[in-house]
């Protein structure tokens, strides 16, 4: 049987998931995306032009994605990785979570843009070849709403070199890239919960507020 602790995580990583899989972000571009799910540069520019979205639509998924990837939060890494010293928790979500782990790992932080985007990346930027991380803290964090100096510096600098939009389209695929990940996490997280009785709408599904959720009802 889940411990209380372990029901209460996955149901947030569940909810959090459910949130990113709904969202405009992620519901338009879909759309977009080949026979296999992929979505590129080009089909990113596509659904840019056509779906007009906003700022707003792009940065709520990212903000959900960030939760993830932050070591001081909830949802972090390395602290869902702490659900496998539950003997409840099945072999299939161990399985899922490592592969969670690697994927998400591996786009964010030691993937290149060579290998997630075909094309000339390397003439994206005077500063040579931007790795995904760089990428992603410099969109999240220089914003207006976090404002560190050098991310916006980065962010400035690409705009002044006539490189903004294709910085957007590197940043956007990588997004979905990223989502995809979560969201498949998250289904194996529904499955597990499932799998012991403890499954609950109220607490997993979008609709009801995030601060609301209480520890689940097994153990």
């Not at 000339?120 to 005077?126: G, T, V, Y």
């Not at 070199?161 to 529904?190: H, K, P």
Request: with cysteine; net charge negative.
């Amino acid at each position: 049987m889940l411990s209380k602790d372990t029901v209460s995580l996955l149901e947030l990583i569940v909810y959090k998931s459910s949130q990113l899989k709904q969202c405009v972000f992620v519901k338009s571009l879909s759309k977009f995306a080949d026979s296999t799910g992929k979505v590129t540069h080009h089909s990113f520019n596509d659904w840019v032009y056509f779906e007009n979205p906003t700022e707003e639509h792009i940065n709520y998924a990212a903000g959900i994605i960030r939760l993830f990837d932050l070591k001081k939060e909830r949802l972090s890494i390395n602290n869902i990785g702490l659900l496998r010293q539950d003997a409840a928790v099945s072999d299939d979500w161990r399985a899922g979570f490592e592969t969670f782990e690697t994927h998400f790992d591996y786009w964010l932080n030691t993937g290149n843009f060579n290998t997630l985007y075909p094309g000339d990346w390397r003439n994206a930027c005077s500063k040579g070849l931007v790795s995904a991380r760089d990428l992603f803290d410099a969109f999240v964090y220089g914003d207006d709403k976090h404002t560190d100096q050098e991310k916006m510096e980065m962010l400035r600098g690409w705009t002044l070199e006539g490189q903004g939009l294709t910085v957007l389209l590197m940043y956007g695929v990588l997004l979905w890239t990223l989502s995809r990940v979560v969201i498949e996490f998250g289904d194996a997280c529904e499955k597990l919960l499932r799998l012991h009785n403890c499954w609950d709408p109220a607490k997993c599904e979008p609709g009801v507020s995030v601060f609301s959720l209480s520890v689940g009802q097994c153990g």
